[in-house]
């Protein structure tokens, strides 16, 4: 990827105006897997790939932005811009004008945005929410207002929901907004507050590309698990009112009313309470340095969202056992949505190397698909960057 110089210098060659720049991360969820939709916990880390812009403002009403990835530009009136949606790439940063103007902050003059990016795409690494909140902190660097970071996070995820037209929930955004360089950040999803977890600096973060995405027969995994749990959920609140979602319940809870529920909507629910149940776990595992115990915990969540939530796969299963035979792995689960996509590992730095050789071989062996892996330490979030 180019360095924030060569971006600032592409930038001026093309707009013949010198930049502002600004960064902002990809994420991976260390643990913590549809909860957030439940009012519940979950703990994402910011990852060191990022999405660099480049800004400078513009007089003639127009927002011109070039990717450098796709080697396309953009060139719109803002007022066109804001009505009809591209279907592309350019659709992530015209959502936060959207998004901006919905708040009553004039955009109308216009903008002109570099782009370029390494966060990997179509990895649930969160390439499009990086895209969303490089960009606002651009803009409204460019136009010299301050917002807090939860309302950026929020005004992101609008971008993304009703401009975009992904129903996504706030973790992405909001970790890519607050993290902290060699931090987890454990957010309550309810209140959107957020708390630090440290990571030591020895310890990598290996994600996993299984290349794989299985879609269920009824072709809505995601819905149908979501349908079953607020079924749960409905039978909860009939005995007890005051559970608003299920980050209120409890296993005696279930015990107690869970016959009345489908054996899918039990077991969806059970996984639901116990993962909040271990992201604040996690917490405590990673302020008190213990790692064995997060990793104990990465274990449990995996099998809780193999076994109850049946969103894992044959190749996911695979990538998760190799890595347990592997000598400095804490842990490793399934992250992101699930039917596919990545594993997330918690490995000691000085066997991150040996560790990524030995996934790509028994990976390969085992399944005859070559796996990405990528290694990164915990980042800090969105910034300004000096050049």
């Known amino acids: 990827m180019q360095t924030p110089a060569e971006l600032a210098a592409l930038h001026k060659q093309t707009f013949n105006a010198a ?46 932005a070039h990717s450098v990835n796709f080697n396309e530009h953009i060139d719109k009136p ?9 279907k592309s790439w350019s659709d992530y940063p015209a959502g936060v004008l959207w998004a901006l103007r919905e708040k009553s902050i004039d955009v109308s003059a216009g903008f002109s945005l570099t782009i370029v990016g390494n966060v990997p795409l179509g990895a649930g690494l969160s390439s499009s929410a990086s895209v969303e909140v490089a960009t606002a902190f651009a803009v409204l660097g460019t136009l010299g207002i301050d917002m807090p970071l939860s309302e950026i ?3 992101c995820q609008r971008a993304e929901n009703a401009f975009v037209g992904a129903n996504v929930g706030i973790m992405d955004q909001f970790v890519i907004c607050c993290g902290k360089q060699d931090n987890a950040v454990m957010i309550d999803t309810r209140f959107l507050t957020y708390t630090l977890a440290p990571i030591p600096p020895d310890v990598r973060i290996v994600i996993c590309n299984s290349m794989v995405k299985h879609t269920l027969a009824d072709g809505g995994g995601y819905n149908t ?94 990538l998760v056992n190799l890595a347990n035979k592997q000598t400095g792995c804490y842990g490793a689960r399934l992250t992101g949505g699930g039917f596919g996509g990545c594993t997330v590992n918690l490995v000691a730095a000085d066997h991150a190397a040996a560790f990524t050789k030995a996934m790509h071989v028994g990976y390969l062996n085992a399944t005859g698909i070559t796996a990405e892996i990528y290694t990164s330490r915990a980042s800090a979030g969105a910034h300004a960057i000096s050049v």
């Open 225 to 318: 698990r979501r349908a079953e749990i607020e079924a749960g959920l409905h039978i909860l609140q009939q005995h007890r009112p005051e559970i608003v979602a299920l980050r209120d319940a409890t296993l005696d809870d279930l015990a107690r009313w869970g016959s009345e529920m489908s054996e899918q909507s039990l077991r969806r629910c059970r996984h639901v309470i116990t993962e909040d149940d271990r992201v604040l776990a996690a917490v405590l595992a990673f302020q008190s340095k213990d790692l064995t115990r997060f990793g104990e915990l990465m274990h449990q969540a995996h099998l809780s969202f193999r076994d109850d939530f049946e969103a894992s796969c044959p190749e996911i299963d695979i």
């Open 78 to 86: 803002i007022s066109e811009l804001l009505t009809v949606r591209a």
């Open 19 to 64: 930049p502002k720049l600004y960064a902002a991360p990809g994420r991976v969820n260390l643990i913590g897997e549809h909860t957030d939709y439940s009012g519940g916990f979950v703990m994402p880390a910011a990852i060191d790939f990022s999405t660099l812009i480049a800004i400078s403002p513009r007089t003639d009403g127009h927002f011109f």
């Open 153 to 155: 996070a929020l005004l």
